[in-house]
């Protein structure tokens, strides 16, 4: 099956020092893909680029079956963004809003759309720039949702609002998602959020995307290792090296990733002994990749 | 029941959600013939993706808890006690296997261990 | 589509709307000065002409002013989201642009109405003295020709980004500045002459605004 978004060779640059080079990125069909980053890294950018609101310099941006480029009125029938800062008319109130919103796409389900009016607790009569940020961060994501989406993509969704504002638009989100086969892209910083449901995640630092793998293999594959007596080049690893620390008393500590059960023999071949390996959560191994991404090693 | 699902944890979601059915089940939490939460309606609650609860159901629909009926929704089914009991050994054995590891890290030896186990028992039954 | 565009233009621009069509309506009758009395010589035809003509200045500030504000209030919702909403939507981006063009002409007709109102109820009630005529039709008409040059041509400066109008009023006041300094310098310059000679008695759509705006004439 052909990926929801697939993004090749993708160059962009913006000022004198921000630039996305070479970009390739997959999210396939029905997965719901975490996109982390740290802040300047390139995520909203990015994911401007994929929906046509900024023109890459080249590459091949192909979302929902169609290029962007040629096509957008057409894919965004099917696309709920909710972008990373308010953008809806700030006079409108809730409900003129959502009937503006409905004017544009034949899907919108109206019925649902007042149930989740109801279940967010909202005051339709409130104009939309009166709202708290938690009211217009439900809002956005009511006019994502209502629109009944095949593919939604979010820019930092959950940024700034409280824990309960998170789990309410978090839980509908989910809800849409099981009811149909749709594809979510969200990029966020709450990486623990992303952590519970996500199945394919995809690292962004600097304008590169550094990874890209199912999110089981990621938080199974990096990991903390003890190891002590090893010299001080490591050749011929079956797993990638990403840091080597010295604990005191010629303990080490090792941060590996694509680390499988069976690579335990390799420290015999080295002379050494592993004493512990250590599970990272994401957050963890978020942070280990990018810290050697920045300064790689040996 | 499922308050401090820990997706930091090394164990995957979906088995600590199987988990905590499975021990809800097999202590008779859950009585036969009750009708467990959708797919839906569990994934919109937890936070977390609907095919680790589908994945959840499944496998404890494999091990002989559950039985998804098409159209109607996922049941628990009537279990029997040897199954319990094989599910309440089970569960034991996982937390002297979680306390020996932590013991281990501890450095606590297993006589020590055994004199503290002995000591707790003891104050229970005093 | 229309409409919901044309409803969120109208709660922006109510107020200026509204304002503008009490002052369309007021200012044909205004400038006619109780010429209802029917006892006039010569001498005061040629005041009530002075009249007419001084209040006639205002129609094209009136015009311009309405067209400037109604195009400002069209893309103001979009300047403040940075169009993100617009280009988020399915429909085409020129198509986008027509209905908001729309929407503000629709706007734009309560007060050519009123000044149609106005100017009619202004020369039918009055008494016009032998020798003049009123032309409340052509007036208006020129009124209605003004206000949509005028929004046309501000709506496509708003329509930019923030930085074309920033480069629209830097040019502006390069301009200016340079006015300025030939002044210090006393150079014999005059851009502003210039310019005006070029951009309004240019036989372009800009010339509507000049010459004199007569609901009563000869």
């Not at chain 1, 849409?176 to 519970?196: G, K, P």
């Not at chain 1, 620390?245 to 990733?257: D, I, L, Q, S």
């Not at chain 2, 002297?96 to 501890?106: I, T």
Request: hydrophobic share 50%; with cysteine.
């Amino acid at each position: 099956m052909t990926n929801i978004i697939e993004i090749r060779q993708l160059h962009y640059r913006a000022g004198r020092t921000f630039e996305i080079k070479q970009l390739d990125l997959n999210v396939p069909p029905g997965a719901i893909y975490g996109f982390l980053g740290p802040n300047g890294s390139g995520k909203t950018t990015t994911i401007r680029l994929a929906l046509g609101l900024l023109r890459p310099l080249t590459g091949r941006i192909t979302v929902l079956g169609d290029a962007i480029r040629d096509h957008a009125p057409r894919v965004l029938a099917r696309v709920g963004y909710v972008p990373e800062q308010p953008h809806l008319d700030p006079v409108l109130t809730v409900r003129e809003t959502l009937a503006f919103q409905a004017a544009f796409y034949p899907t919108w389900d109206r019925p649902w759309a007042e149930r989740l009016v109801r279940q967010f607790d909202l005051d339709e009569r409130q104009p939309f720039g009166r709202l708290s940020k938690g009211e217009k961060g439900k809002v956005m994501m009511l006019l994502a949702l209502a629109q009944r989406p095949d593919l939604l993509v979010l820019d930092e969704p959950t940024d700034g609002l409280d824990p309960v504002v998170r789990r309410d638009v978090l839980s509908a989100l989910l809800d849409y998602v099981s009811q149909r086969q749709a594809t979510v892209f969200i990029s966020s910083h709450l990486v623990h959020e992303l952590e519970r449901f996500c199945d394919w995640i995809g690292v962004m630092d600097n304008g590169r995307l550094v990874t890209e793998v199912p999110m089981e293999r990621f938080k199974n594959g990096i990991k903390r290792l003890r190891v002590a007596g090893a010299p001080p080049t490591a050749a011929g690893a079956p797993f990638m090296l990403l840091a080597r620390e010295h604990a005191n008393g010629g303990a080490e500590t090792w941060v590996v990733r694509d680390w499988e059960p069976g690579m335990a023999a390799y420290f015999e071949t080295i002379g050494a002994a592993l004493n512990d390996v250590i599970d990272l959560d994401l957050e963890e191994g978020f942070v280990e990749l990018l810290r050697t991404f920045r300064s790689p090693r040996g | 029941m499922f308050d401090k699902l820990d997706p930091r944890s090394p164990t995957p979601l979906y088995a600590q959600i199987a988990n905590r059915l499975r021990v809800a089940i097999a202590a008779g939490e859950l009585r036969p013939g009750a009708a467990l939460p959708s797919v839906r309606h569990l994934a919109a609650e937890l936070r977390v993706n609907p095919a680790t609860v589908v994945q959840a159901y499944h496998d404890l629909e494999s091990e002989g808890f559950l039985e998804m009926r098409q159209g109607a929704g996922t049941f628990v089914r009537e279990v029997a006690p040897e199954s319990r009991a094989r599910e309440r050994a089970r569960q034991a054995s996982a937390l002297v296997r979680q306390m020996l590891s932590e013991a281990g890290r501890l450095g606590v030896s297993l006589h020590e261990l055994q004199a503290a186990i002995a000591d707790e028992i003891g104050v229970g039954t005093a | 589509m229309f409409r919901v565009i044309l409803y969120s233009q109208w709660k922006w621009s109510r107020l200026i709307v509204a304002l503008g069509s009490v002052a369309g309506f007021a200012l044909p009758i205004v400038s006619l000065q109780g010429a209802a009395s029917g006892d006039r010589s010569a001498l005061a035809a040629g005041e009530l002409l002075q009249a007419v003509q001084s209040w006639g200045v205002l129609y094209p500030v009136l015009a311009a002013g309405l067209g400037l504000l109604v195009a400002i209030t069209t893309w103001a919702p979009d300047h403040r989201g940075r169009h993100v909403h617009a280009l988020s939507l399915p429909v085409p981006r020129w198509r986008y642009v027509a209905l908001r063009f729309g929407a503000g002409t629709a706007l734009l007709a309560a007060p050519i109405v009123a000044v149609v109102a106005g100017a009619l109820l202004a020369t039918w009630s009055a008494t016009i003295p032998p020798g003049l005529q009123g032309y409340p039709v052509a007036l208006a008409v020129r009124f209605a020709l003004a206000v949509l040059v005028a929004y046309a041509v501000f709506f496509a400066v708003s329509a930019g980004t923030a930085r074309t109008a920033g480069i629209i009023l830097g040019i502006l006041g390069s301009i200016i500045l340079v006015q300025i300094l030939a002044g210090v310098a006393n150079l014999e310059l005059d851009l502003f002459g210039r310019l005006q000679v070029v951009v309004l008695d240019w036989p372009g759509p800009l010339a509507i605004f000049t010459g004199r705006w007569m609901l009563i004439d000869v």
